[in-house]
């Protein structure tokens, strides 16, 4: 298969990265790539699913990987997976060796090696430039999940109709269930036992993993890029910083931040020379100074991990948070991130890395660390709620109208111009509603 016809089937089956923001996979064929790295880091802690899904299902992903090497030519196949998942590295063990110029990276349990820079780091000792793109580097990086959809994509030139989520914290049978596409994040915890609260005022609902997720509420769907919900109390400190107005953040650091610079110290990216460099950014904004014009313009090479704020902080104050807030600003004043030098990768780097379980300890979530097991079938669900935008770009564009009937795995919102994928009924059954963002599927006597 060549990569354009690689390419072309992938975008028609809807897959996108389901394991960061939802960029369109059709995009990362790209004969660029000398080197295609496969990411099972789990970055997130208490986050399972990935092992869990490599370890089921290593035969399909590893083919499907080695095809994708075949298609774009790339010279090597590198799966990077930590050596504590010592099962999932067991399973690849079987088969990897059977492919030729693939190979099994090993990783340290430290956060935030699912980013992708770092990993490529780690795995390949290649350096992603500032503000650059993997492919500059001859590199592109696959989620597990993505790779394991690409598969039934050539298997059985499946689209994308369900999600691995993983269901932890507050809840009574912690779990990784499949589920169709739209479903409310309340009937997935419903799944994983429901919640340990009598009172659900005394939860919420945290979408994405305990660094870089965001607060969601219960009517909120799962979408392509949903890997985990996380019920913590409403008191926990996760929950309350996320609820902390950027105003009270700023006031905070003005009356708080020392300059002690350990959020600059501990920083993932800053440690491999990227010029970010939070602490300079909240001195600016802790004595409103506008002068330091690289203070702001830097803040583009941030990623966003958190160590900063939920680690490194010895004041308990919030870089990223206000890193994020700034940066949104920027770009709505049409700035865009300047051309930069790495400095070079920190000699000190090895000493600055977070240790996964200190990271979970730190966040009060060691209790929650428990096994999840996955379930592999597709739960059935009586209605869903697709969104139209899944994935980094344009959103799909409605292709039905109310009172259609859809079947599994039909079109129901087409690709549109530009990067873009499209939309494809998560279950069979009648379109009730449509809104602007969304198309609302029920199924007919409540059989999906």
Same mark, same amino acid.
């Given at each position: 298969?060549?990569? +354009?016809?690689?390419?072309?089937?992938?975008?028609?089956?809807?897959? #996108?990265?389901?394991?960061?923001?939802?960029?369109?996979?059709?995009? %990362?064929?790209?004969?660029?790539?000398?080197?295609?790295?496969?990411?099972?880091?789990?970055?997130?802690? *208490?986050?399972?699913?990935?092992?869990?899904?490599?370890? /089921?299902?290593?035969?399909?992903?590893?083919?499907? !990987?080695? =095809?994708?090497?075949?298609?774009?030519?790339?010279?090597?196949? #590198?799966?990077?997976?930590?050596?504590?998942?010592?099962?999932?590295?067991?399973? *690849?063990?079987?088969?990897?060796?059977?492919?030729?110029?693939?190979?099994?990276?090993? *990783?340290?349990?430290?956060?935030?090696?699912?980013?992708?820079?770092?990993?490529?780091?780690?795995?390949?000792?290649?350096?992603?430039?500032?503000?650059?793109?993997?492919?500059?580097?001859?590199?592109?990086?696959?989620?597990?999940?993505?790779?394991?959809?690409?598969?039934?994509?050539?298997?059985?030139?499946?689209?994308?109709?369900?999600?691995?989520?993983?269901?932890?914290?507050?809840?009574?049978?912690?779990?990784?269930?499949?589920?169709?596409?739209?479903?409310?994040?309340?009937?997935?915890?419903?799944?994983?036992?429901? +919640?340990?609260?009598?009172?659900?005022?005394?939860?919420?609902?945290?979408?994405?993993?305990?660094?870089?997720?965001?607060?969601?509420?219960?009517?909120?769907?799962?979408?392509?890029?949903?890997?985990?919900?996380?019920?913590?109390?409403?008191?926990?400190?996760?929950?309350?910083?996320?609820?902390?107005?950027?105003?009270?953040?700023?006031?905070?650091?003005?009356?708080?931040?020392?300059?002690?610079?350990?959020?600059?110290?501990?920083?993932?990216?800053?440690?491999?020379?990227?010029?970010? +460099?939070?602490?300079?950014?909240? =001195?600016?904004?802790?004595?409103?100074?506008?002068?330091?014009?690289?203070?702001?313009?830097?803040?583009? !090479?941030?990623?966003?991990?958190?160590?900063?704020?939920?680690?490194?902080?010895?004041?308990?104050?919030?870089?990223?948070?206000?890193?994020?807030?700034?940066?949104?600003?920027?770009?709505?004043?049409? /700035?865009?991130?300047?051309?930069?030098?790495?400095?070079?990768?920190?000699?000190?780097?090895?000493?600055?890395?977070?240790?996964? %379980?200190?990271?979970?300890?730190?966040?009060?979530?060691?209790?929650?660390?428990?096994?999840?097991?996955?379930?592999?079938?597709? =739960?059935?669900?009586?209605? #869903?709620?697709?969104?139209?935008?899944?994935?980094?770009?344009?959103?799909?564009?409605?292709?039905?109208?109310?009172?259609?009937?859809?079947? =599994?795995?039909?079109?129901?919102?087409?690709?549109?111009?530009?990067?873009?994928?499209?939309?494809?009924?998560?279950?069979?059954?009648?379109?009730?509603?449509?809104?602007?963002?969304?198309?609302?599927?029920?199924?007919?006597?409540?059989?999906?």
């Amino acid at each position: 298969m060549t990569a +354009e016809q690689l390419g072309s089937l992938i975008k028609e089956c809807g897959i #996108v990265g389901a394991g960061g923001a939802g960029f369109p996979t059709y995009a %990362k064929i790209d004969r660029r790539a000398q080197v295609i790295l496969m990411n099972c880091a789990e970055c997130e802690p *208490l986050l399972k699913l990935h092992r869990q899904l490599l370890k /089921l299902h290593t035969k399909e992903i590893v083919e499907a !990987f080695f =095809r994708i090497a075949e298609a774009v030519g790339a010279k090597e196949a #590198v799966i990077g997976v930590k050596a504590e998942y010592a099962e999932t590295v067991e399973a *690849l063990k079987q088969y990897v060796p059977q492919y030729p110029n693939m190979r099994i990276q090993l *990783l340290q349990s430290v956060y935030p090696t699912g980013d992708e820079v770092l990993l490529i780091y780690e795995a390949t000792g290649k350096i992603i430039s500032p503000g650059g793109l993997p492919i500059e580097a001859g590199v592109a990086v696959f989620n597990v999940e993505t790779v394991y959809n690409i598969s039934r994509a050539l298997a059985e030139n499946a689209p994308v109709t369900d999600k691995l989520v993983s269901v932890v914290g507050e809840v009574k049978a912690p779990a990784t269930v499949r589920v169709p596409l739209g479903t409310s994040l309340e009937e997935v915890v419903e799944m994983a036992g429901g +919640e340990t609260a009598a009172d659900p005022e005394e939860l919420a609902y945290l979408v994405g993993g305990p660094m870089m997720g965001r607060l969601g509420s219960r009517l909120d769907t799962v979408t392509r890029t949903t890997n985990a919900i996380l019920v913590l109390p409403k008191d926990h400190p996760l929950i309350l910083r996320r609820q902390m107005s950027p105003s009270a953040g700023m006031k905070r650091a003005a009356s708080a931040c020392c300059q002690c610079e350990t959020c600059t110290d501990l920083c993932p990216r800053h440690n491999l020379g990227h010029p970010i +460099e939070p602490h300079r950014f909240m =001195r600016a904004i802790s004595n409103h100074d506008f002068g330091d014009l690289e203070a702001f313009e830097n803040l583009f !090479f941030c990623s966003g991990c958190g160590v900063c704020e939920l680690y490194a902080c010895p004041q308990g104050l919030s870089p990223r948070s206000l890193i994020a807030e700034c940066k949104d600003g920027l770009k709505k004043h049409g /700035l865009k991130a300047p051309k930069a030098q790495g400095a070079g990768v920190s000699e000190a780097r090895e000493y600055r890395r977070v240790p996964e %379980k200190r990271l979970t300890a730190r966040l009060g979530l060691s209790r929650y660390d428990h096994r999840a097991p996955l379930d592999d079938q597709v =739960r059935p669900v009586h209605r #869903v709620r697709e969104a139209l935008s899944q994935h980094i770009g344009a959103p799909a564009v409605c292709a039905v109208g109310r009172g259609d009937r859809v079947t =599994r795995g039909q079109i129901i919102a087409a690709a549109a111009q530009g990067l873009s994928v499209p939309i494809h009924a998560s279950i069979g059954g009648v379109v009730t509603d449509i809104g602007k963002t969304w198309i609302e599927i029920t199924a007919e006597d409540g059989n999906a």
